[in-house]
């Protein structure tokens, strides 16, 4: 009887999380749907009217729209590669003993708690600035021209700020990781005489691979949807240069009042994170059962 | 000898590793240093790192000229209140799937985990349009309410990997002895729990406080938090540098001294235990 009684109270204590996660999950996103499916626009309030997919292949066939799954993919793809492979190196360097390692750790983990929006704006105006940034007045200092980062290369500074607030969550996950390696297993494959680049491509990087894995992932379904710094650095220019699917989608919607048009992207980029957080959902699973 | 090799080589990883870590720091230290600068100094060229008349000017004119502290206030009532709010349900849910688990517990966590890899763009139009046809748009209320569902995900899944390391054992004595479930919550459960309910909240009003996405596109001139506020300095009139640092310095330093106390949790809860 006891268990019955657990039981039910069990299931009325996990019933408001599940509620309201379904109604979070399931009524703005039948919404999205719906409204992908008219010809809706804010500005002409009354006017709606069935347009059957003619939103999708509107999206679909703007090349605005194109440039944007470009962009994300650089976003994500560029910031990964940075923030793994420097990652990697620095959990190695601060696995090291050290003077002052409690410190070190602090400081190259305080990037990733500062807000999106000042990490942005203290990179595109202290350091970015063409006139009164700090690289402008190194590149005077050794003779070069200042190079105007965010109107020449937009996509690449984004990707260098985002990296740089990211690289600290990739260090501390792999710093993590491999502090749970057997010291032992080090000492034996070094007795046995595995010098330091064959400890770390048999010993140590297998070993981080799951770590790997998940940062990998984790920071996908992030990276996917980086907002805020296009916002204050580039408002997603110039032209749509640095525009990415989630700009895209925030302009059509509350910039063109495209209310249609930003359904259809916005499921787009629901079908994007989906494959992304399928196979995301399984690496965690197997964690789960482990 | 073999000492002294290691002395050595401790001193070289001792150099690089604070190069590196100050080289990445580096953008905050440059702020906070900026922010006590006057605006003629802070794009003077050459730059001065430490050698210029401090001031506080830059804090008091953030505040007198744009109500700092309503800003600060709204970022923390939306922090905490979302986390706050997001306990209060989740901490029973939580409960019951790790002491009462049944066969479809994992599929349950599962997909509430899966919520969350639902980019915001796809809900963004019509969270919009409800808010704006409910008087939500640019309130604190409606700040909290989303904050709270876009984390709950993120509460459970901590609650529960912390929840699931108190042995049941001892759960079941108290039982046996005669306690209520209420009983058993409050007095056995609760304290217990307190440590990885504590992790929890951290991490969340950290989460919180810097979320960039939905703070930004919902809020205005009266809620909005300090991620919104310091977003206002993107289109700037005249000389900026100073107080945008001073703006800066105040939002960040709060979270950093959070963070900084809480870098095991963190992992823990970012990766959903995936790696502790």
Redesign the interface.
């Known amino acids: 009887m006891a268990t019955l009684h657990t039981r039910s109270a069990a299931r009325l204590m996990i019933a408001p999380s599940v509620l309201l996660l379904l109604a979070w999950m399931i009524v703005p996103l039948a919404m999205t749907i719906y409204f992908s499916l008219l010809r809706y626009n804010l500005l002409m309030p009354g006017m709606e009217e069935f347009a059957g997919l003619s939103n999708y292949t509107y999206f679909l066939t703007d090349p605005a729209f194109f440039q944007a799954i470009f962009n994300t993919l650089a976003i994500v793809l560029g910031v990964l590669f940075i923030t793994v492979v420097g990652g990697i190196a620095l959990a190695l360097l601060l696995d090291q003993p050290m003077f002052g390692q409690g410190i070190v750790r602090i400081l190259v983990i305080a990037p990733f708690l500062i807000m999106p929006t000042v990490a942005a704006l203290v990179w595109k105006n202290m350091f970015m600035n063409p006139v009164n940034g700090l690289f402008a007045w190194v590149a005077k200092l050794v003779g070069l021209q200042p190079y105007d980062f965010l109107a020449n290369a937009p996509l690449v500074s984004i990707i260098i700020i985002v990296a740089w607030q990211w690289l600290p969550f990739a260090t501390l996950i792999l710093l993590t990781a491999l502090q749970s390696l057997d010291e032992e297993q080090k000492e034996a494959a070094q007795m046995d005489g595995a010098g330091a680049w064959s400890r770390f491509f048999y010993l140590v990087l297998p070993h981080l691979s799951r770590a790997i894995t998940v940062v990998i992932l984790i920071q996908t379904i992030f990276l996917l949807s980086v907002f805020a710094e296009i916002l204050v650095t580039t408002n997603g220019g110039p032209g749509t240069q640095s525009t990415n699917l989630t700009f895209l989608v925030y302009a059509q919607a509350l910039l063109q009042f495209d209310v249609g048009g930003a359904s259809a992207g916005g499921i787009i980029a629901v079908i994007l994170a989906n494959i992304v957080a399928f196979f995301l959902m399984r690496m965690i699973g197997k964690t789960l059962e482990a | 000898m073999a000492r002294n090799v ?1 002395t050595r ?3 070289v ?2 150099v ?3 190069t ?3 080289l ?2 580096f ?2 230290l ?2 906070f240093l ?1 922010s006590f600068k006057t605006e003629a100094q802070a ?1 003077a ?3 001065s790192l430490l050698f210029f008349d401090w001031t506080t000017e830059n804090y008091h004119e953030v505040q007198s000229r744009s109500d700092y502290f309503k800003h600060f206030m709204n970022s923390v009532v939306v922090s905490f209140g979302s986390t706050l709010l997001g306990l209060v ?2 901490i ?2 939580a ?3 790790a ?2 688990p ?1 066969k479809r517990t ?1 599929d ?23 808010f704006r046809n409910t008087g939500l748009l640019d309130t604190r209320t409606g700040l909290v309410i989303v904050l709270t ?1 876009i984390n ?2 993120i509460i ?1 899944w901590m609650l529960y990997t912390y929840f699931k390391e108190i042995p049941g054992e001892i759960l079941e004595a108290a ?1 046996m002895d005669g306690a209520s ?1 209420s009983k058993e919550i409050i007095y056995v459960l609760t304290p217990m729990a307190i440590p990885g309910i504590a992790s929890t909240l951290l991490l969340n009003i ?1 989460l919180a ?2 979320e ?2 939905w703070t ?2 919902l809020s205005a001139a009266k809620a909005a938090p ?3 506020f ?2 206002s ?2 289109s700037p009139e005249g000389l900026f ?1 100073a107080k ?2 001073a703006a ?1 310095t105040m ?2 330093a709060p ?2 001294i ?3 106390f809480s ?2 949790q ?2 823990r809860g ?7």
Request: glycine share 4%; hydrophobic share 60%.
């Open positions: 290691s080589r401790k001193l990883v001792t690089v590793a604070w590196v870590g100050i990445i720091f953008p905050i440059w702020t900026t794009i060229s050459p730059p349900i989740a029973p849910s409960w019951a799937m002491f009462a049944t994992k349950v966590l599962m997909w509430m985990l899966s919520t969350k890899m639902m980019p915001p763009v796809g809900v963004l139009v019509p969270m919009y349009l409800m569902l709950l995900p459970i039982r479930l950290i406080w810097n960039a996405f930004l596109n300090l991620t919104a310091i977003a300095y993107s540098y945008l640092s800066s939002a960040i979270i950093l959070l963070g900084w870098q095991k963190l992992v970012l990766t959903f235990g995936a790696v502790k």
